[in-house]
């Protein structure tokens, strides 16, 4: 961009604006002072202001716009709207609408090349109204564009009686989320002109998955950590977050909950534990009705949990479909000051230990502490919660401050043709054709276990119950499509024939709950009479009936339907993906 500066000893010339000048033209105009008198107050050259009072001289100094003022205003609105809904223009698109403008016209600029702009006359005009500026962007979705104001005033429709009466410390939202060993770029002193500036320090593309779930009134729980691995270790359990700047109440003693999954998130069994081990002990001993928040991912929604929920007058509340980014209290306020935290006490880590290739999951632990602590000395746990709340509207009830951060279609500057236009690009329907579904909850409903066995999913489709994997996870996935699709188990589902997945207690002293996958023989009075599967390979594709195994078991103990596999000519069955959560006896 060009930069233009006086020479020395040039005349000076445009100092003052021109407010100032016609507010001294004014006062000539009104007889109050005389044009030398004017000249000497407003400190106006009098040659300027006896030639603008006679009208000579009208036109700015150097170059004259292009466009006039009004048009200018009309072009810089448009490419405002643009950015409001989501769109938003480059300069390149900023001269082409110039372009077009002129051409439409009939007008021929010389000094533009076929008619463009250049880059200069860009620059120049956000510079002559400042109401626009240059923005990195962060990209949302389409289906998470789709969500609309009259989708937030339903959600809130409904939430505004759930939480009549609700005092904060009864309010909790709870998230997932993943904790990766890789502490990101950062700045550093380097030679000028070098083309390449790296860093040596070990690092992995392994996240560990933590729940998070945290009160209106800014108090904190102990995180439950889940570990990628079929075991889990007494030495992956040690120094955790214990106490402040978590609960630090007798409900919370115990601190910080482990456990693993073969995938390293979030699923249907592991809810469950995390919501009777952490989140019930500390609901229990508040007064009143209490308000569970989350997204409604069909994995969180136990019949057993549902129950609980009911007994103990504790509502569970979902969040509008794709409007997390929104809406959920630990994704607006609280993960990103976790996730620096997180990175800055990783690095410091991988400092004092270059030689570890990654994080043990021994250390990881402590290192979830330090990180936590880190936030609380730099800042404050509780008022980030508290501030998370209150910018999603829940504490203090206020759907406008959802509804302001949503485009806005009534604007007089611009054309009802741009708004209907960018309308229909935000909200055009997408394909709906995926595997994951959620179950269809109404935003803002508390939810019982009579809704969840009549809900229907987002298509004609049944119901799927899925591992948690976070939106901006890096999980290392060999293959998305291999998360097998689960079925929610409900009396109207479950008939003689279907595949299931069961819980299954071994031990007498030691109890121990396994996973099998079964096959339904009989079903009288809601008590299922189940054949056990035994797997013939190490990734559980393949079992077959093991005819000695016949038990019987109540639906709470049935986790999931599976798809019917393919019986083989070895009376083999083959599922067409294999079944992770299958955890057998050795």
């Keep these: ?23 001294a033209l004014q006062k000539v105009a009104d007889g109050e002072l005389s044009i030398l008198r004017a000249s000497k107050i407003y400190k106006i050259p009098y040659g300027t202001l006896y030639n603008r009072f006679n009208g000579k001289h009208g036109k700015k100094p150097g170059g004259q716009a292009i466009f006039s003022d009004e048009d200018e205003k009309n072009m810089i609105a448009a490419v405002s709207k643009c950015g409001d809904w989501g769109f938003p223009l480059t300069l390149m698109d900023l001269r082409l609408i110039a372009k077009l403008s002129l051409d439409k016209r009939g007008i021929i600029v010389q000094k533009f090349k076929d008619n463009l702009p250049g880059d200069d006359w860009a620059r120049s005009l956000l510079k002559r109204h400042n109401t626009l500026t240059q923005r990195i962007t962060t990209n949302i979705s389409r289906c998470r564009a789709e969500v609309s104001p009259a989708t937030i005033n339903s959600y809130f429709d409904n939430l505004s009686s759930v939480l009549k009466d609700i005092p904060a410390d009864n309010i909790f939202n709870y998230d997932e989320t993943n904790l990766q060993d890789d502490p990101g770029k950062k700045k550093f002193l380097f030679k000028r002109g070098t083309k390449y500036p790296v860093q040596v320090q070990n690092h992995s593309k392994s996240a560990t998955t933590i729940m998070v779930c945290g009160s209106a009134s800014g108090i904190l729980l102990p995180p439950y950590i889940i570990y990628k691995s079929k075991n889990l270790w007494e030495s992956w359990t040690n120094e955790g977050p214990k106490g402040s ?12 909950r482990y456990n693993c999954t073969s995938h390293g998130w979030m699923d ?19 007064n009143g009705r209490k308000v569970l928040i989350g997204d409604n991912l069909a994995s969180h929604f136990n019949p057993e949990v549902i129950q609980q929920c009911e007994d103990s007058g504790i509502d569970f509340v979902c969040l509008p479909k794709n409007a997390t980014h929104l809406t959920q209290p630990l994704d607006v306020c609280f993960f990103r000051p976790l996730k620096q935290s997180w990175r800055f006490c990783l690095n410091e880590w991988k400092n004092r230990n270059t030689s570890m290739q990654s994080i043990p999951k021994s250390s990881f632990p402590a290192l979830v502490s330090s990180c936590l602590q880190r936030i609380n000395d730099v800042g404050s746990i509780s008022n980030n919660l508290k501030s998370a709340f209150r910018a999603t509207g829940i504490f203090p009830l206020d759907r406008n ?8 279609e009534d604007d007089p500057n611009i054309n009802d043709i741009v708004v209907n236009y960018l309308k229909d690009k935000r909200f055009e329907k997408t394909d709906k054709n995926r595997k994951r579904k959620k179950i ?33 996870s890096e999980h290392e996935l060999e293959n998305e499509d291999e998360v097998p699709d689960y079925q929610t188990p409900t009396k109207k589902t479950l008939s003689i024939g279907n595949f299931v997945l069961v819980n299954v207690q071994l031990g007498k002293r030691k109890k121990t709950i396994y996973v099998y996958a079964a096959v339904i023989k009989n079903i009288v009075n809601n008590v299922y009479t189940l054949n056990g599967l035994k797997s013939l390979d190490g990734i559980k594709q393949t079992f077959k009936i093991q005819d000695d195994d016949v038990f019987d078991v109540d639906i709470m103990h049935i986790i999931a339907i599976l798809k019917t596999p393919k019986l083989t000519k070895e009376a083999n069955y083959i599922f067409s993906q294999p079944l992770s959560d299958v955890r057998e006896a050795l």
């Design 1 to 23: 961009v060009r930069v233009y500066k006086k020479k020395v000893g040039s005349r000076p010339y445009a100092n003052k604006t021109d407010e100032v000048v016609e507010e």
């Design 245 to 256: 700047p978590c609960c630090e109440s007798p409900c919370c003693s115990k601190g910080t």
């Design 268 to 286: 249907g069994i592991t809810f469950k534990e995390w919501f009777f081990t952490l989140f019930l002990p500390h609901a229990n001993r508040l």
């Design 401 to 408: 401050a959802i509804l302001q951060k949503l485009p806005k």
């Design 440 to 472: 269809n909850i109404v935003p803002g409903q508390s939810v019982t276990s009579a809704i969840l066995n009549n809900a229907d999913s987002d298509d004609d489709s049944p119901n799927v119950v899925i591992p948690y994997i976070d939106s901006d």
